[in-house]
């Protein structure tokens, strides 16, 4: 089985498929649009923030490899 992972240079695409979106949405679109290997995270900070940045600059992107 082969799994794609997000290159640095999708890391823009990554981030305008979730920018402005909660948690729970960008989790949902996150695992429809990537073939992952694990669940998603989406956190966002300070805790009483209720949805990912609309600014780009703002959202931080992270591949976290899956252990094997």
Request: hydrophobic share 45%; charged share 20%; proline share 10%.
């Amino acid at each position: 089985q082969q799994h794609q992972l997000v290159l640095p240079g999708e890391a823009d695409e990554v981030r305008a498929a979730v920018q402005g979106k909660t948690p729970s949405e960008a989790v949902a679109v996150l695992k429809e649009r990537y073939p992952l290997a694990g669940e998603p995270a989406v956190e966002t900070w300070p805790f009483w923030v209720a949805a990912v940045p609309g600014a780009s600059w703002r959202i931080d992107v992270r591949l976290i490899p899956a252990s094997r």
